[in-house]
């Protein structure tokens, strides 16, 4: 099982981006899914998040410029980026709570990140 991260970028202030986390391998199925990021120097942080029937949670900091989203059938979680500020500035990882095939215990997976940069 692995989890795939793609979409970060140098985007301008007020920009924005759409990342993209692809879970693949023997996967039964996904429970919650998650963004987090970690910027420089600081600790890693939850960005959003989403259970398998669409509830989702955001830190207060992204609230209505970050959209969490799944496409269940794709095993693939999305989080549009709007409004962008130099604070965002951070690698962001995707996170999943899934059921391998074969393994009786859930597991807990990371994507290798995807560097988001905003600067002008």
């Known amino acids: 099982v692995q989890l795939q991260a793609y979409g970060g970028g140098l985007v301008q202030p007020g920009g924005f981006l759409r990342l993209s986390c692809a879970a693949s391998?023997?996967?039964?199925?996904?429970?919650?899914m998650a963004w987090h990021r970690q910027a420089p120097g600081k600790q890693r942080e939850l960005v959003a998040a989403?259970?398998?029937?669409?509830?989702?949670n955001y830190a207060d900091s992204v609230k209505g410029r970050f959209t969490i989203s799944r496409d269940n059938a794709q095993n693939t979680v999305y989080l549009q980026i709007n409004s962008l500020k130099p604070e965002d500035t951070a690698v962001y990882y995707c996170?999943?709570?899934?059921?391998?095939?074969?393994?009786?215990?859930?597991?807990?997976?990371w994507g290798q990140g995807t560097l988001v940069t905003v600067s002008s």
């Open positions: 996170n999943a709570d899934l059921w391998v095939r074969g393994l009786a215990a859930r597991q807990n997976y």
């Open positions: 391998g023997s996967i039964f199925s996904i429970d919650n």
């Open positions: 989403i259970t398998s029937g669409g509830m989702t």
